[in-house]
């Protein structure tokens, strides 16, 4: 049995060997329908991240479809800032799992707890959580719930906050049907202060939906907070803009590219978010420039 090293109280019993291949050695985090585990894959000995969704999750139509949903679409996508998944099934005791690339660092949340980045370090994450998001898009697939949270920063060599994303659990299938921002019993999908005004309409979410998302997560890493959620259902890109703290010492070209990314309507909005992307930086670059 282990105990908590802070009030000695008895912790969980780890699950051991899941399906046969995959020695679960510690918890890494949980939520309301399931526990990640760092494990080893055995035979090949690969550390790697166990997703697990608790059996009585799996007897939840919702949760299950989302579960299934976020294998197919992660395991379709491969580059380097996005979390490889390479292996899904069911466990002895009819919990669900999901086998994904093990990445050893921290969440962009994590980090914005410190308040706000120089920016250059933000145009660099955005750039990096675009490049990802665009091989999605390439592929139809919206993420849906893009957030500090789901990025998650490493080091790769010797390139520090290299991104990668993770959680396509509510990713959707451009022009699917078979996937609502509503579950059946009421619960919408995604975060809210991190969600585009369609989402909140409940209208057709493609990639232009991902774009606003990761352009109020610009303006969170430069000012430290994100507008209120549903407000930007009524304003325009530029009015969403100035309700944060600190645009006024921003650049007129860089409130330009986000108040363009953050229009209600995705017409509005950049054709694709590597297009934002790419403008974002060089703003930025005129900003701050890279150091000689």
């Known amino acids: 049995m282990q ?16 399906a046969g291949k995959y020695e679960v050695v510690r918890e890494l985090g949980s939520g309301g329908m399931g526990v990640v585990y760092l494990a080893n894959q055995a035979a090949i000995e690969r550390r790697c991240a166990l997703k697990m969704l608790r059996p009585d999750a799996v007897a939840d139509p919702d949760a299950l479809a989302r579960f299934h949903r976020e294998a197919r679409a992660a395991s379709r996508i491969s580059h380097p800032n996005v979390v490889g998944v390479f292996d899904f099934g069911q466990a002895e005791d009819g919990s669900a799992y999901l086998a994904m690339e093990y990445v050893d660092g921290v969440t962009l949340a994590e980090v914005l707890r410190a308040g706000p980045l120089p920016p250059r370090r933000a145009a660099r994450i955005a750039w990096q959580v675009a490049n990802g998001l665009a091989v999605a898009h390439e592929l139809g697939i919206v993420h849906r719930d893009l957030k500090p949270g789901n990025i998650m920063l490493t080091t790769y060599r010797s390139w520090t906050d290299f991104v990668k994303v993770v959680d396509f659990g509510i990713a959707k299938p451009v022009g699917s049907a078979a996937t609502s921002t509503v579950t059946s019993t009421g619960l919408r999908v995604g975060t809210p202060a991190y969600m585009s005004p369609e989402q909140w309409i409940d209208g057709d979410v493609d990639p232009r939906s991902d774009q606003f998302t990761l352009a109020l997560i610009v303006v969170e890493m430069l000012s430290g907070r994100t507008p209120p959620p ?15 703290p600190k645009p006024a010492a921003w650049p007129e070209a860089v409130k330009q590219v986000l108040a363009r990314a953050l229009q209600r309507l995705p017409d509005d909005r950049y054709g694709a978010v590597s297009e934002f992307a790419r403008e974002l930086v060089a703003a930025v670059n005129a900003w701050e420039p890279p150091a000689p």
Do not use: N
């Open 3 to 18: 105990f908590c090293p802070r009030d000695g109280t008895a912790l969980p019993a780890l699950p051991g060997l899941i």
């Open 230 to 244: 549903q407000p930007s259902l009524m304003m325009d890109g530029t009015t969403l803009i100035e309700s944060v």
